[in-house]
């Protein structure tokens, strides 16, 4: 049987526009349609991209956001699935082409297996070893006992002759462990032991060493340390036997100085004094004598000495000779004053008297002269206006 010509499928109405695009066509053995034959647009559409500034700063910060978290959950979730590198064994043959592999063993520390470990006296700070506080705090403690003891010791000798200068040092540890210094901290045997090293180690660069005969070691404080641990007595003591030649003259010199001082100022003293009751016995002889000669027959003109002494003088200074007997020297001195002995209620006793008839009075004259010196006094303390007042008033008045 002959086969029948195929004829082109009439065009569709669209096809009638001006700018009709051009379709494939489809062959009649194709079942269903394949995605090469999907119509895909060569350029992007006109509302892709922003169309004004706002929209841009929104997208931007859209982008900003979106970006710090995609890196912020990177970030953590590489945290928390990363796994610490093993530490490095701190064996001398470890292998160092391994060492980009594992961490490098810190300072004090043990390592093994990649596993951390500190060293007596250290303990664990995340990948380090630090000091521990307690051993160290510990062993300062046990280098200021045992130098304590032995400095005291030192000093102790130096003052009184007793004690030792050497000291055992198992008979030193044996006093030190009495205080309880591994209780005090906490500490056990092990960590103590290390502590009591450690402080030996700070004492061997400040304490003195040598053997005995028996090989034991022993120690000593050094002579310049010992001074801060000599009591102020012994200081004292030292210090004036160290300096006794030039002490010794010094001290004299000092107290010949200090009773010269004494001495005049006693002179002067005796002297002022002495003088003051020399006038009021001139005063007490005067007023007699006048009231004897005004009296005639009831009154006698002297006085017995010793009755005079009793009533000018203090108890306290009758105590003292010098000062009667300075005034004695002032009375013999005296032209006006007579001294002689007289029997009196039968007794033999020394009289003074005052001689001087008509003229006048000491203590007249004294009178005046203090006067004079209060008025001298008064107009020098006066201003020159005043001055010139006073002047003005005492001048005569011509009638």
């Known amino acids: 049987m002959a086969s029948t010509p195929r004829t082109r499928p009439p065009r569709p109405p669209s096809s009638l526009s001006p700018n009709p695009k051009p379709t494939r066509y489809k062959s009649p053995s194709s079942s269903r349609p394949?995605?090469?034959?999907?119509?895909?647009?060569?350029?992007?559409?006109?509302?892709f991209f922003p169309s004004s500034k706002s929209e841009f700063s929104r997208l931007l910060a859209v982008v900003f956001v979106a970006a710090a978290v995609?890196?912020?959950?990177?970030?953590?979730?590489?945290?928390?699935?990363?796994?610490?590198?093993?530490?490095?064994?701190?064996?001398?043959?470890?292998?160092?082409?391994?060492?980009?592999?594992?961490?490098?063993?810190p300072l004090n520390g043990v390592c093994h297996?990649?596993?951390?470990?500190?060293?007596?006296?250290?303990r664990r700070l995340g990948n380090l070893c630090v000091e521990d506080s307690n051993i160290n705090e510990a062993a300062k403690?046990?280098?200021?006992?045992?130098?304590?003891?032995?400095?005291?010791?030192?000093?102790q000798f130096s003052c009184t002759g007793t004690g030792n200068t050497w000291v055992q040092s198992n008979q030193l540890w044996e006093k030190v462990n009495e205080s309880k210094i591994m209780d005090e901290y906490g500490l056990n045997k092990a960590v103590y032991a290390h502590a009591m090293q450690r402080a030996m180690e700070a004492l061997g660069k400040v304490l003195e060493r040598r053997l005995n005969d028996q090989g034991i070691e022993e120690l000593k404080c050094p002579a310049l340390l010992v001074q801060h641990y000599t009591p102020i007595f012994c200081r004292i003591q030292q210090w004036l036997f160290e300096h006794a030649l030039l002490l010794v003259p010094a001290c004299?010199?000092?107290?010949?100085?200090?009773?010269?001082?004494?001495?005049?100022?006693?002179?002067?003293?005796?002297?002022v004094r002495a003088e003051q009751i020399y006038n009021e016995a001139c005063d007490v002889l005067e007023e007699k004598a006048v009231n004897a000669r005004s009296m005639t027959g009831k009154h006698e003109p002297w006085v017995v000495a010793s009755l005079l002494r009793d009533h000018l003088l203090s108890p306290k200074e009758r105590k003292d000779p010098m000062l009667w007997k300075k005034v004695e020297q002032l009375v013999q001195e005296d032209s006006r004053l007579e001294r002689y002995p007289k029997m009196v209620k039968g007794e033999s006793k020394v009289v003074w008297e005052w001689q001087v008839e008509g003229s006048l009075s000491s203590s007249g004259k004294r009178k005046k002269a203090q006067e004079s010196r209060l008025e001298r006094g008064e107009r020098a303390n006066l201003s020159p206006q005043?001055?010139?007042w006073l002047l003005k008033s005492e001048e005569p008045v011509n009638c």
């Open 34 to 47: 394949s995605t090469s034959s999907i119509a895909i647009p060569l350029e992007p559409s006109s509302n």
């Open 70 to 105: 995609a890196f912020s959950c990177n970030y953590v979730f590489t945290f928390l699935n990363r796994q610490p590198k093993p530490f490095c064994d701190s064996n001398p043959d470890f292998d160092d082409s391994l060492s980009d592999f594992c961490e490098p063993c």
């Open 113 to 122: 297996e990649g596993k951390l470990g500190c060293v007596h006296g250290y």
């Open 141 to 155: 403690k046990l280098s200021k006992s045992v130098e304590g003891l032995l400095c005291e010791e030192y000093a």
């Open 252 to 271: 004299a010199l000092l107290l010949g100085c200090i009773f010269m001082l004494l001495k005049l100022r006693r002179r002067y003293y005796l002297s």
């Open 386 to 388: 005043q001055r010139s």
